[in-house]
């Protein structure tokens, strides 16, 4: 068989094939993406990284099915992404949690549209709750919690729902940087233990190195994959580590070139 | 999988819990009578010094045309339960109040039953808000009042007239209000209910309406109390029983203590219930804090 002679690729979990996306701005084409190519493995926890307007978030929003693809395709397993779905988690930046909803009811949302039985709905919750540490705010609506917190709900909310891809649109973007660093860590635990495959678009280098297997630099005008970067550091990666640092001087340098080169091409 | 080594207590789950805790208000003991002095004594205030304002004014112009409140309270209790005046209006307040209210909450259940509806899909269909919206707001600027004359010709002179009238005037505030709120629902809920596999209608049920729930109630709170005042217009014309009957044929034999009565009795009537939308209102909305009234 020809499996026992040629080195075995394993097929890619999500495929972006050749994608282009083309926006329009009041009768003007913006091009948000030209020809991306990106294969991700099953388990990577890829960061997607760029300068704003570099396509990043579209390119997150069509592996989440909230936006179509204008050529090219996006797959998930073989079949092609057309719509929003639960096997793929978005975590957004603002939340989009349900603020009629108390934090155990945004957490149980997705499993009560499969209809999922009370018991195991509550048994399901508990877990994830407890996962998340805000076993004791379950009856707290999302108006009453920390930026934190509610960033924790909608993680929470997605891995409930047994999501296989964990979209995460610049995350811990709005949060302090204490909080931050602790949900950092605390989705690194979670990412350990399930195995998920993670794409975290981010614009902070540090949060890349720190978090990511593979970056990918992005840049604007129109949104392409410039570098598809391996990050060779070992786990658990310390941020004060001669090593850390070398890694984020080399991929600051490589974003600030472009950055600079991009100016000058304008 | 266990959670062993996860540690959701690093020290800034402590920072995120501090400020949760603000969201529950904490009353001291101390204060705590002045409190409720202000929060129970405060709002009667100022009727009291209107009532005595009232007297006063009765009693230093010794006018005969508008009676104090002491004759108003007297014929108050006459009008509920007879035994002072014995006449035509002796203790028939229970059936004029009860008319009058089944016929306006009957009209506004009406509108909103038919309003709601009509406001989630006008909110959510572009196509149909196309159709529909520009009409609405057409006949929305002509005051409900001034239906009055084809609302007879249309249901005959009687309370029928009455009930549409505040079927109409409720029906506007209603559907506005809750078109509103579905078009400013955060469309992020949107992406993330259909990320979480909500599909169709039931996108209605669980999302468009709890989204919409502040300015649907908002819509019921302005409906219910336009619904109070064209009650009174309707059946001030033709109709036998209700209140604005009794104030209107009050009005023809000079009795004006029994109009005053009558508008005490629709005043209290309105309060009443808008205290009840209220507490729909905070049951409902108890996730916003911002729309706690």
């Known amino acids: 068989m020809s499996d026992l002679i040629k080195p075995r690729v394993p097929a890619p979990i999500l495929d972006i094939a050749n994608v282009s996306k083309v926006f329009d701005l009041n009768g003007r084409p913006i091009h948000a993406l030209r020809d991306v190519n990106l294969q991700i493995q099953k388990g990577e926890f890829v960061c997607l990284i760029g300068a704003s307007g570099c396509g990043k978030s579209t390119l997150l929003r069509i592996m989440g099915g909230f936006e179509s693809v204008s050529t090219g395709s996006a797959r998930l397993y073989h079949s092609a992404i057309t719509e929003p779905g639960p096997e793929r988690g978005m975590v957004f930046q603002d939340y989009g949690l349900f603020p009629w909803l108390t934090v155990r009811q945004n957490i149980g949302f997705g499993p009560r549209q499969r209809g999922l039985p009370q018991a195991q709905l509550k048994e399901l919750t508990d877990h994830y709750l407890n996962m998340v540490g805000l076993t004791r705010f379950e009856a707290h609506y999302p108006s009453q919690l920390s930026g934190g917190m509610k960033q924790r709900v909608s993680i929470a909310r997605v891995l409930a729902n047994d999501c296989e891809v964990l979209l995460m649109d610049e995350p811990f973007g709005a949060l302090d940087a204490l909080t931050r660093e602790a949900l950092q860590k605390e989705l690194l635990d979670i990412w350990k233990k399930t195995r998920l495959t993670v794409i975290f678009v981010t614009h902070a280098v540090e949060e890349a190195v720190l978090m990511a297997d593979r970056v990918v630099v992005m840049t604007a005008g129109p949104g392409r994959v410039e570098r598809d970067y391996t990050i060779p550091l070992e786990r658990p990666r310390r941020i004060t580590s001669p090593e850390f640092n070398q890694v984020r001087q080399e991929l600051t340098d490589m974003l600030s070139s472009h950055v600079v080169h991009h100016a000058r091409a304008h | ?293």
Not at chain 2, 80 to 108: C, E, M, N, Q
Not at chain 2, 114 to 130: D, E, S, T, Y
Not at chain 2, 220 to 244: A, C, K, N, P, Y
């Open chain 2, 1 to 293: 999988m266990s959670t062993s080594d996860l540690n959701p207590h690093a020290p800034v789950a402590a920072s995120d819990t501090g400020a949760a805790s603000l969201a529950a208000p904490v009353f001291p003991a101390r204060g705590g009578t002045r409190r409720w002095l202000a929060r129970w004594c405060m709002p009667a205030v100022l009727p009291l010094l209107l009532l005595l304002a009232w007297d006063r004014a009765v009693a230093w112009t010794g006018t005969m045309l508008v009676p104090s409140p002491r004759e108003v309270a007297l014929m108050l209790w006459d009008f509920a339960f007879g035994g002072v005046y014995d006449d035509a209006f002796s203790a028939s307040l229970a059936v004029h109040w009860w008319k009058s209210i089944t016929r306006v909450y009957g009209a506004f259940a009406l509108a909103a039953l038919v309003a709601i509806p009509l406001g989630l899909v006008i909110g959510k269909n572009a196509a149909f808000r196309r159709f529909v919206d520009p009409t609405l707001q057409l006949l929305r600027p002509v005051p409900v009042t001034a239906w009055l004359p084809l609302s007879m010709i249309f249901f005959g002179v009687g309370p029928n007239a009455a009930v549409f009238l505040v079927f109409l005037g409720a029906f506007f505030p209603i559907v506005i209000n809750t078109t509103f709120g579905v078009r400013s629902v955060d469309g992020r809920l949107f992406e993330a209910a259909a990320m979480l596999g909500c599909k169709g209608t039931s996108m209605f049920r669980q999302v468009v309406l709890p989204a919409a729930m502040p300015s649907i109630v908002n819509g019921l709170r302005l409906g219910h109390g336009i619904s109070w005042f064209l009650i009174v217009v309707g059946e001030m014309t033709g109709v036998q029983q209700g209140l604005g009957a009794a104030i209107m044929d009050a009005r023809m034999l000079s009795r004006t203590d029994v109009v005053i009565a009558g508008m005490v009795v629709i005043g209290l009537s309105g309060f009443v219930t808008d205290r009840l939308i209220v507490a729909l209102n905070n049951r409902l909305l108890k996730w916003s804090p911002q729309h706690h009234v």
